[in-house]
Each structure stands twice: as structure tokens, then as C-alpha cells.
T-cell receptor, first 114, second 119 residues
Framework: QQQVKQSPQSLIVQKGGIPIINCAYE??????FPWYQQFPGKGPALLIA?????SEKKEGRFTISFNKSAKQFSLHIMDSQPGDSATYFC?????????????FGSGTRLQVQP | DTGVSQDPRHKITKRGQNVTFRCDPI?????LYWYRQTLGQGPEFLTY????????KSRLLSDRFSAERPKGSFSTLEIQRTEQGDSAMYLC?????????????????FGPGTRLTVL
């Protein structure tokens, strides 16, 4: 119940394309869903996050779509750039009555070709 | 730099030795987390502090692992009698207690990590 399943494992797009990364969860106690970006040798950096009471959140070129009934959420990167090449992790938080640690997906390695 | 800092950034040790890592969280954050990340995987939760109290420990945290956060400031993670399977990136994260100043829920900010290699 604590798992967060992420796909695809890797993704290659051309500059300007819109990569989409998907995640699914089982535990309905999760109430906060952040996305992290990680470059090689660095710690994960918080990118954008969403709560289940909204279906979409946009910050700059990054958009999260959230489907509460399906227990799925996804990250879209608009007008992707070579500098977006990194590993992306979705995560989920247990909420006020759940565990306080983030449960992470297995990651998606994104390569944006020039 | 007001972010989370970790020291050392890299540690190479021989099997059976003890190692200790340090994490300095963002100064106003009272929650501190330790995670472990192996190659090609997402971070896995190890333990969590609120101020100086260790409130949760993962089953991944064997009895060879111990973490402290004296006075609710910096934290240390010690691994005794290291094994090759302990080789990983050890990440520290911190988050504020209250939801305010535009922060929502449990926003965790990660440090750069300590890369441990056990030979």
C-alpha cells in the first residue's frame, strides 16, 4: 500500500517536445504529491507539488495532472530543453494521520535531445 | 548558502569500519529526515526527527545504524561495521513544521547527499 509506481523508466524526446511521466498509488491516505528533479551527483530538488483537491497545477513549464478516482498523477514538461535532462521522481506523503516520510517512485531518466 | 548541507560529500571505507555522516538542516526547519538512495532507484526512508525526538524508523534501519539529533539542530547518522550492501547515497532532508509562507504540507528540501562506498 505504500508503493508509488512510476513509468516510464526512461524517456527520450526532442527539444520542444512534451515528455509525460506517470505515477500511480494505492494508499488513499496520501494527500500530498511532489515531483523532484535530480541531476547526477546531486540531491533531489523539489520541482512542483499538488494536493488531491485539485486536478491540475502549473508552474512555469511544469504541469501536474491529478486523477483522484484513478489514483494517478502525471508530470508534463512543456517546451522541453536539453537542460531538463535529469531523473525525475514522483513521491507521495502520508498526510496528517499517516507516516511523515515521502514514498518515492523508482524514477524516470529523461533525455532531451537538441 | 541557506540550504541543507551534508558532510562529507564522499566517503570510501573498508568493510567492517564505522562511518558517521553529518547533516545541517535549513535553520528554521524542525523536521529532519534521512533517506538512502541506491543507483537507479528513488530515495528510501530511513528515519525522521521532529526537533530532537526520533519519531519514526524504517525497517531498513538495522541495529548497525543509529541516528541522533542533539538539541534539535544538526543530525548525525552512524553506520557500524559497514557492509558492502551499505554502499549508497545517504540523503538528508528538512521541512518546516508549520504550513505557512506559501508552503504546503510536507515540503522536504534535500541536501547534496553523502556518497558511501564500502570496499
Amino acid at each position: 500500500q505504500q508503493q508509488v509506481k512510476q513509468s516510464p523508466q526512461s524517456l527520450i524526446v526532442q527539444k520542444g517536445g512534451i515528455p509525460i511521466i506517470n505515477c500511480a498509488y494505492e494508499n488513499t491516505a496520501f494527500d500530498y504529491f511532489p515531483w523532484y528533479q535530480q541531476f547526477p551527483g546531486k540531491g533531489p530538488a523539489l520541482l512542483i507539488a499538488i494536493r488531491p483537491d485539485v486536478s491540475e497545477k502549473k508552474e512555469g513549464r511544469f504541469t501536474i495532472s491529478f486523477n483522484k478516482s484513478a489514483k494517478q498523477f502525471s508530470l508534463h514538461i512543456m517546451d522541453s530543453q536539453p537542460g531538463d535532462s535529469a531523473t525525475y521522481f514522483c513521491a507521495a506523503d502520508g498526510g496528517d494521520t499517516g507516516r511523515r516520510a515521502l514514498t518515492f517512485g523508482s524514477g524516470t531518466r529523461l533525455q532531451v535531445q537538441p | 548558502d541557506t540550504g541543507v548541507s551534508q558532510d562529507p560529500r564522499h566517503k570510501i571505507t573498508k568493510r567492517g569500519q564505522n562511518v558517521t555522516f553529518r547533516c545541517d538542516p535549513i535553520s528554521e526547519h524542525n523536521r529532519l529526515y534521512w533517506y538512502r538512495q541506491t543507483l537507479g532507484q528513488g530515495p528510501e526512508f530511513l528515519t525522521y526527527f521532529q526537533n530532537e525526538a526520533q519519531l519514526e524508523k524504517s525497517r531498513l534501519l538495522s541495529d548497525r545504524f543509529s541516528a541522533e539529533r542533539p538539541k534539535g539542530s544538526f543530525s548525525t547518522l552512524e553506520i557500524q561495521r559497514t557492509e558492502q550492501g551499505d554502499s549508497a547515497m545517504y540523503l538528508c532532508a528538512s521541512s518546516p513544521k508549520t504550513r505557512g509562507r506559501g508552503l504546503t504540507y510536507n515540503e522536504q528540501f534535500f541536501g547534496p547527499g553523502t556518497r558511501l562506498t564500502v570496499l
